[in-house]
């Protein structure tokens, strides 16, 4: 019985060797997979287009967008209200739900207005392969005049968008970006590098060579998240601030663990996120500690804006403009009346400052902690009460 | 094979009669006890790594911090003890959080209502989990599954994704506070105090008939029934205490770290923390105190590495091989000690566990029975 | 040998539910003007059905002898990347790709069993250890889609026979293999033996440990099948396209809402398919009628609960009175155990 139960046990230390192994064959292609993210092209697009020309009115800066190649619409003029079929990501987290919010209440205006008849939406529920079974469906049994996708991701959802754009009929893309042109147009502000660059700036300001800060990221592999930290970790980098990065999964607790038990370690200077969740955690832990309050860049969702307010601390809410929502439709209504749209149509992107955080706390009064300040929905029907109920479909 | 089954703190030890060293020996090599070394093992580890850890004011703050997992999983050891699983545990969590920060928003005189309202919740959700489980003979895996998918989709679609809120100071202050001013350790998080009178009463709970009769029921549930034990008020008592330990745990970290996204995955944060305190999933065996221990373990091990730098991507890794050699140590340790490796226990013998009239129990084969995936024939 | 005919009885449940299912489901859909029966949204089902299917035919296997598979959504994630990288957009590259791909998964399957097996771990604690052990693998070395799928290879997803996805018909017949080893081969039989009562399976003579491990390692391939037609679909590898899915918990749900115990021991390959398919006509009815994507989750929730307790009560009513599981088989129409001694 003996021997037997030590053979048991060889077979099963062999099985976790195994695996193991697996790990550690890794080791040596996986330092530099960071540099994945970062590319200098991109990079340097973005860095530019930050302090672009906006065309159109600074007042609907949904509206706006960069001077650059236009689609030829003229082809899909047809009067009448249209059906619209919405692919959506999801709407798991605050800023897809405030998004979502205001772009039904968007449709309700064109509705109104006959340009659109009504809009079916089916959610992906954040699956790639749900999204793709979602646009194969509308394509054959929508009865769609217009398709617009929110991808779920960038790669994997462009067979499914090829196909859409392959039905002739109007294809509008939105947020995250896919890796064909078939679009009619693809509207998404400035993009991550850009965030990447304002907040490691910022940090990079009111820092100190040497000073140390803490990166606290959702979740690996998403891309929109990952160009964020990779412009951020190049700069940090180039202007010697040491920095650490966690994946947090936007769980207070983690944040909140995370940031005591650096705290317990040595000093923390600076915060950088990668999305405003939890920021107030992250502010809370340096209060329980007793310590001074990092420079922090968080989001322009309220809870950050009020807690920032609140303490007084150095900081910094880089946007990614939630207002963004609204563009598609009104697209679409573009689109079906002839007028040209830009064949990528990117979006201003501006970080709210400390000098304009109590413009957008009083604009934004009242409403939820996980609303967005720039959502741009104030001139909408409902408003402010549909975002405060903020019933999703 | 039912004889070896002691509740929590009547370790059937061979070393029972032996000197408090032997004994205290002895308990370590038992799965149970060996959580305690290695919450002492990490510990000195982290200690050593960074000694700014071993700071009285720095521990006594992870003690609290830990609490609420602890909590759970004290909670989820009722469960699994009498053989069920929890998987509601984390949407109950959430739906605590949210219900704190919607109805105790900015008014503190809605304080003390709202906890009792959380409690009831939180003793209901519990209620129908058992009841569909003991009565409607469901799975408890599928049902807590139906109620983990039910709750978060009803929470998501009334509340959206996020509470309104925070709750207002005084609520947060359970979860956040503590008594200031303490000599050496600075402050007693009050998470921490509760989390000791919840131990004390569980390790009292398990010492009563009905602790006894609930690792009887997880050990074999005819043999149980048989023993007279009402085994579907039994187990749905499991179940309330459960969903309410997941309540208190809300309670905490709405407190500690306000905010959405609590409690996600808290279900398997527990599980995981209830086997490696030594507790076997299939019921009939562990301590509940070593539940809370093992929440501690794995806690500290987060904070290992941590200190030891191991990207953040690593740490999944390295916590699935833990659990492994965890459970795989303790699934040792239990079989050499019913193999014979030391006498059966000569506490009395047990009513409740006489195998009498029992098709089921085959004291042939004292071994743990199938490879691993059965911890008792009645699963 | 008995669970094929404990099983055959409660498949015919689980097709009666299934049947009532689409019929709720085209008269809902009918009423928002829509065709349930035309040959898209068919295909549209029939496509939901192939990811879910292929796991949880695996996840039968492995529940059949008693334990459990978390790591599927992990190795589903690991087999899109394996297959992407390996294939880098070259035909040429298709076959070792897929043998790779394959090898590996069967590597993890293989872990899982011997783990479960040899070192007594329960199947929840190992496979979840097992994933998470993945789960960092993959979070560390890939952070974004990785690899291309040749234009050939992404054929295989696109290919479709009338209305029916080839995709489907390379589940159907991996089902079909699934169920005659369970019928008709030794190890299929002693699988039942194990998850049914290993005590008796080990006093009968049996080892105990082959059948667990064989479970563990063919749960894993189908894994890696699955990801590989995901590779398919999505014509890249990606990371997070297993937990995208929530494979896990949901192809569990799928097989037990197939009639199969959770225990082990009974239930059989037919009725997965019943539950997977009872899921992909529900979703396609919820989708139609755009249910709000939270309120799936309660209707989801509360359909495998209620279902699930059906087949239970109906065990009550015909369940002999001193009946259990140590006892030999009763005769085909019957049904298995109380589920309470179950999990």
């Given at each position: 019985?003996?021997?037997?139960?030590?053979?048991?046990?060889?077979?099963?230390?062999?099985?976790?060797?195994?695996?193991?192994?697996?790990?550690?064959?890794?080791?040596?292609?996986?330092?530099?997979?960071?540099?994945?993210?970062?590319?200098?092209?991109?990079?340097?697009?973005?860095?530019?287009?930050?302090?672009?020309?906006?065309?159109?009115?600074?007042?609907?800066?949904?509206?706006?967008?960069?001077?650059?190649?236009?689609?030829?619409?003229?082809?899909?003029?047809?009067?009448?209200?249209?059906?619209?079929?919405?692919a959506?990501?999801?709407?798991?987290?605050?800023?897809?739900?405030?998004?979502?919010?205001?772009?039904?209440?968007?449709?309700?205006?064109?509705?109104?207005?006959?340009?659109?008849?009504?809009?079916?939406?089916?959610?992906?529920?954040?699956?790639?392969?749900?999204?793709?079974?979602?646009?194969?469906?509308?394509?054959?049994?929508?009865?769609?005049?217009?398709f617009i996708i929110s991808p779920?991701?960038t790669?994997?959802i462009t067979?499914?968008v090829?196909?859409a754009c392959?039905?002739?009929?109007p294809v509008v893309v939105f947020d995250r970006g896919v890796e064909t042109d078939c679009a009619t147009t693809f509207i998404h502000?400035?993009?991550?590098?850009?965030?990447?660059?304002?907040?490691?700036?910022?940090?990079?300001?009111?820092?100190?060579?040497?000073?140390?800060?803490?990166?606290?990221?959702?979740?690996?592999?998403?891309?929109?998240?990952?160009?964020?930290?990779?412009?951020?970790?190049?700069?940090?980098?180039?202007?010697?601030?040491?920095?650490?990065?966690?994946?947090?999964?936007?769980?207070?607790?983690?944040?909140?663990?995370?940031?005591?038990?650096?705290?317990?370690?040595?000093?923390?200077?600076?915060?950088?996120?990668?999305?405003?969740?939890?920021?107030?955690?992250?502010?809370?832990?340096?209060?329980?500690?007793?310590?001074?309050?990092?420079?922090?860049?968080?989001?322009?969702?309220?809870?950050?804006?009020?807690?920032?307010?609140?303490?007084?601390?150095?900081?910094?809410?880089?946007?990614?403009?939630?207002?963004?929502?609204?563009?598609p439709?009104?697209a679409?209504?573009?689109?079906?009346?002839?007028?040209?749209?830009?064949?990528e149509w990117?979006?201003?992107?501006?970080?709210?400052?400390?000098?304009?955080?109590?413009?957008?706390?009083?604009?934004?009064?009242?409403?939820?902690?996980?609303?967005?300040?720039?959502?741009?929905?104030?001139?909408?029907?409902?408003?402010?009460?549909?975002?405060?109920?903020?019933?999703?479909? | 094979?039912?004889?070896?089954?002691?509740?929590?703190?009547?370790?059937?030890?061979?070393?029972?009669?032996?000197?408090?060293?032997?004994?205290?020996?002895?308990?370590?090599?038992?799965?149970?006890?060996?959580?305690?070394?290695?919450?002492?093992?990490?510990?000195?580890?982290?200690?050593?790594?960074?000694?700014?850890?071993?700071?009285?004011?720095?521990?006594?703050?992870?003690?609290?911090?830990?609490?609420?997992?602890?909590?759970?999983?004290?909670?989820?050891?009722?469960?699994?003890?009498?053989?069920?699983?929890?998987?509601?545990?984390?949407?109950?969590?959430?739906?605590?959080?949210?219900?704190?920060?919607?109805?105790?928003?900015?008014?503190?005189?809605?304080?003390?209502?709202?906890?009792?309202?959380?409690?009831?919740?939180?003793?209901?959700?519990?209620?129908?989990?058992?009841?569909?489980?003991?009565?409607?003979?469901?799975?408890?895996?599928?049902?807590?599954?139906?109620?983990?998918?039910?709750?978060?989709?009803?929470?998501?679609?009334?509340?959206?994704?996020?509470?309104?809120?925070?709750?207002?100071?005084?609520?947060?202050?359970?979860?956040?506070?503590?008594?200031?001013?303490?000599?050496?350790?600075?402050?007693?998080?009050?998470?921490?105090?509760?989390?000791?009178?919840?131990?004390?009463?569980?390790?009292?709970?398990?010492?009563?008939?009905?602790?006894?009769?609930?690792?009887?029921?997880?050990?074999?549930?005819?043999?149980?029934?048989?023993?007279?034990?009402?085994?579907?008020?039994?187990?749905?008592?499991?179940?309330?205490?459960?969903?309410?330990?997941?309540?208190?745990?809300?309670?905490?970290?709405?407190?500690?770290?306000?905010?959405?996204?609590?409690?996600?995955?808290?279900?398997?944060?527990?599980?995981?923390?209830?086997?490696?305190?030594?507790?076997?999933?299939?019921?009939?065996?562990?301590?509940?105190?070593?539940?809370?221990?093992?929440?501690?373990?794995?806690?500290?091990?987060?904070?290992?590495?941590?200190?030891?730098?191991?990207?953040?991507?690593?740490?999944?890794?390295?916590?699935?091989?833990?659990?492994?050699?965890?459970?795989?140590?303790?699934?040792?340790?239990?079989?050499?000690?019913?193999?014979?490796?030391?006498?059966?226990?000569?506490?009395?013998?047990?009513?409740?566990?006489?195998?009498?009239?029992?098709?089921?129990?085959?004291?042939?084969?004292?071994?743990?029975?199938?490879?691993?995936?059965?911890?008792?024939?009645?699963? | 040998?008995?669970?094929?005919?404990?099983?055959?009885?409660?498949?015919?449940?689980?097709?009666?539910?299934?049947?009532?299912?689409?019929?709720?489901?085209?008269?809902?859909?009918?009423?928002?003007?829509?065709?349930?029966?035309?040959?898209?949204?068919?295909?549209?089902?029939?496509?939901?059905?192939?990811?879910?299917?292929?796991?949880?035919?695996?996840?039968?296997?492995?529940?059949?002898?008693?334990?459990?598979?978390?790591?599927?959504?992990?190795?589903?994630?690991?087999?899109?990347?394996?297959?992407?990288?390996?294939?880098?957009?070259?035909?040429?590259?298709?076959?070792?790709?897929?043998?790779?791909?394959?090898?590996?998964?069967?590597?993890?399957?293989?872990?899982?069993?011997?783990?479960?097996?040899?070192?007594?771990?329960?199947?929840?604690?190992?496979?979840?250890?097992?994933?998470?052990?993945?789960?960092?693998?993959?979070?560390?070395?890939?952070?974004?889609?990785?690899?291309?799928?040749?234009?050939?290879?992404?054929?295989?997803?696109?290919?479709?026979?009338?209305?029916?996805?080839?995709?489907?018909?390379?589940?159907?017949?991996?089902?079909?293999?699934?169920?005659?080893?369970?019928?008709?081969?030794?190890?299929?039989?002693?699988?039942?033996?194990?998850?049914?009562?290993?005590?008796?399976?080990?006093?009968?003579?049996?080892?105990?440990?082959?059948?667990?491990?064989?479970?563990?390692?063919?749960?894993?391939?189908?894994?890696?099948?699955?990801?590989?037609?995901?590779?398919?679909?999505?014509?890249?590898?990606?990371?997070?396209?297993?937990?995208?899915?929530?494979?896990?918990?949901?192809?569990?749900?799928?097989?037990?809402?197939?009639?199969?115990?959770?225990?082990?021991?009974?239930?059989?390959?037919?009725?997965?398919?019943?539950?997977?398919?009872?899921?992909?006509?529900?979703?396609?009815?919820?989708?139609?009628?755009?249910?709000?994507?939270?309120?799936?989750?309660?209707?989801?929730?509360?359909?495998?609960?209620?279902?699930?307790?059906?087949?239970?009560?109906?065990?009550?009513?015909?369940?002999?009175?001193?009946?259990?599981?140590?006892?030999?088989?009763?005769?085909?129409?019957?049904?298995?155990?109380?589920?309470?001694?179950?999990?």
């Amino acid at each position: 019985m003996k021997r037997h139960a030590t053979r048991r046990i060889f077979a099963a230390a062999a099985a976790l060797t195994l695996l193991a192994a697996c790990g550690s064959d890794s080791d040596d292609s996986s330092s530099d997979d960071s540099d994945q993210w970062y590319v200098q092209a991109d990079f340097d697009e973005q860095n530019a287009q930050r302090d672009a020309t906006f065309e159109g009115d600074p007042a609907t800066p949904w509206l706006q967008y960069i001077d650059g190649e236009m689609t030829d619409t003229a082809a899909f003029a047809s009067p009448g209200a249209k059906k619209v079929c919405f692919a959506n990501a999801s709407v798991s987290n605050p800023w897809r739900q405030t998004g979502f919010l205001t772009m039904q209440q968007q449709l309700e205006v064109l509705v109104g207005q006959g340009a659109i008849s009504e809009m079916e939406t089916r959610d992906a529920q954040d699956d790639d392969n749900t999204q793709i079974a979602d646009i194969d469906y509308f394509i054959s049994e929508g009865n769609c005049d217009a398709f617009i996708i929110s991808p779920n991701s960038t790669a994997a959802i462009t067979p499914a968008v090829e196909r859409a754009c392959e039905t002739g009929k109007p294809v509008v893309v939105f947020d995250r970006g896919v890796e064909t042109d078939c679009a009619t147009t693809f509207i998404h502000p400035i993009g991550g590098y850009a965030w990447g660059i304002d907040t490691a700036e910022f940090l990079v300001d009111n820092l100190e060579e040497g000073d140390k800060v803490i990166a606290l990221r959702i979740l690996p592999g998403v891309d929109v998240l990952e160009t964020r930290w990779a412009a951020a970790e190049k700069i940090l980098d180039e202007n010697g601030i040491e920095h650490e990065d966690h994946f947090t999964g936007a769980d207070p607790t983690e944040i909140k663990k995370i940031i005591s038990d650096a705290l317990v370690q040595g000093d923390v200077d600076g915060v950088w996120m990668d999305a405003g969740d939890g920021a107030v955690a992250a502010i809370e832990a340096f209060e329980d500690a007793g310590v001074d309050y990092p420079v922090m860049t968080g989001e322009d969702e309220m809870s950050f804006l009020r807690k920032w307010e609140d303490t007084g601390l150095t900081g910094l809410a880089p946007v990614y403009s939630n207002f963004q929502w609204r563009t598609p439709l009104l697209a679409v209504q573009m689109i079906f009346a002839g007028q040209p749209v830009p064949a990528e149509w990117v979006l201003p992107q501006t970080p709210i400052t400390e000098d304009e955080r109590a413009e957008y706390l009083a604009a934004n009064e009242g409403l939820p902690d996980g609303h967005y300040a720039k959502f741009g929905g104030e001139d909408l029907p409902g408003f402010p009460q549909v975002w405060i109920d903020r019933e999703v479909g | 094979m039912t004889t070896t089954t002691r509740p929590d703190e009547r370790p059937g030890l061979p070393a029972h009669s032996r000197s408090f060293g032997a004994r205290l020996a002895a308990g370590a090599a038992t799965p149970g006890g060996a959580v305690y070394v290695l919450v002492l093992v990490l510990l000195v580890s982290i200690i050593i790594s960074n000694p700014n850890f071993g700071e009285p004011g720095a521990l006594i703050r992870f003690a609290g911090r830990t609490a609420p997992i602890a909590i759970a999983a004290m909670g989820q050891y009722y469960v699994i003890v009498s053989g069920e699983f929890d998987l509601s545990m984390g949407a109950v969590v959430t739906t605590q959080v949210v219900i704190a920060g919607n109805m105790a928003g900015d008014d503190s005189s809605q304080v003390v209502p709202v906890l009792v309202l959380m409690l009831v919740v939180g003793a209901l959700i519990g209620l129908v989990n058992g009841l569909v489980t003991t009565l409607l003979r469901v799975p408890s895996f599928i049902v807590t599954l139906g109620t983990m998918l039910a709750l978060f989709g009803f929470l998501r679609y009334r509340a959206g994704v996020a509470p309104a809120g925070n709750p207002v100071d005084e609520f947060r202050e359970i979860g956040r506070g503590g008594i200031q001013d303490v000599p050496v350790v600075e402050v007693i998080p009050y998470p921490l105090i509760i989390v000791v009178v919840l131990a004390t009463l569980a390790a009292f709970s398990m010492r009563r008939p009905f602790g006894r009769s609930l690792v009887a029921t997880g050990d074999n549930p005819d043999a149980a029934r048989l023993g007279g034990t009402s085994v579907w008020w039994v187990k749905t008592r499991a179940f309330m205490i459960s969903s309410l330990s997941a309540t208190v745990a809300g309670i905490i970290l709405v407190g500690y770290a306000g905010g959405r996204a609590v409690g996600q995955g808290y279900e398997f944060s527990a599980i995981t923390a209830v086997v490696v305190g030594g507790v076997v999933l299939g019921g009939g065996r562990g301590w509940v105190l070593s539940a809370a221990a093992g929440a501690y373990a794995l806690e500290l091990l987060f904070v290992l590495l941590t200190v030891l730098h191991v990207p953040s991507t690593w740490r999944d890794s390295v916590q699935g091989l833990i659990i492994i050699v965890a459970v795989a140590a303790s699934a040792r340790v239990w079989q050499v000690g019913r193999r014979g490796g030391a006498p059966p226990p000569t506490t009395e013998p047990d009513p409740i566990n006489d195998p009498i009239n029992d098709p089921t129990t085959d004291s042939a084969t004292p071994t743990p029975p199938t490879p691993g995936t059965h911890q008792g024939e009645h699963r | 040998m008995r669970g094929r005919s404990a099983g055959l009885s409660s498949t015919a449940i689980v097709y009666l539910v299934l049947l009532a299912t689409t019929v709720v489901g085209a008269v809902l859909t009918a009423t928002v003007g829509r065709n349930f029966f035309s040959s898209g949204n068919i295909s549209a089902i029939l496509t939901a059905t192939s990811i879910l299917g292929l796991i949880a035919i695996g996840q039968t296997l492995v529940i059949l002898v008693g334990s459990l598979d978390l790591s599927v959504p992990y190795v589903v994630s690991l087999a899109s990347i394996i297959g992407g990288t390996t294939m880098a957009g070259e035909s040429g590259n298709i076959v070792p790709a897929v043998l790779l791909t394959l090898a590996v998964a069967a590597a993890i399957g293989l872990a899982n069993g011997l783990v479960v097996s040899q070192l007594h771990v329960h199947g929840f604690i190992a496979t979840l250890g097992v994933g998470l052990v993945v789960s960092g693998y993959i979070g560390t070395n890939y952070q974004g889609s990785s690899g291309s799928a040749p234009k050939a290879f992404r054929a295989v997803d696109e290919a479709k026979i009338g209305p029916v996805p080839v995709s489907v018909l390379i589940m159907l017949a991996l089902a079909a293999l699934a169920f005659l080893m369970l019928s008709r081969t030794r190890i299929g039989h002693h699988m039942y033996a194990v998850g049914g009562s290993p005590e008796v399976a080990r006093l009968s003579g049996l080892r105990t440990s082959p059948p667990v491990v064989v479970a563990h390692v063919l749960c894993s391939v189908l894994a890696g099948v699955a990801g590989l037609l995901l590779l398919s679909r999505l014509s890249v590898g990606s990371p997070t396209i297993g937990s995208q899915g929530g494979y896990d918990l949901l192809s569990i749900a799928a097989v037990v809402l197939g009639g199969t115990l959770l225990a082990g021991g009974r239930g059989g390959i037919v009725g997965t398919l019943g539950g997977v398919a009872i899921f992909a006509v529900m979703d396609n009815t919820m989708g139609a009628l755009e249910v709000n994507p939270f309120l799936k989750d309660v209707v989801r929730g509360v359909i495998i609960i209620a279902a699930v307790a059906v087949y239970a009560r109906r065990n009550l009513q015909v369940r002999p009175a001193r009946f259990d599981r140590s006892v030999p088989p009763a005769p085909a129409g019957s049904t298995p155990p109380p589920a309470q001694e179950v999990r």
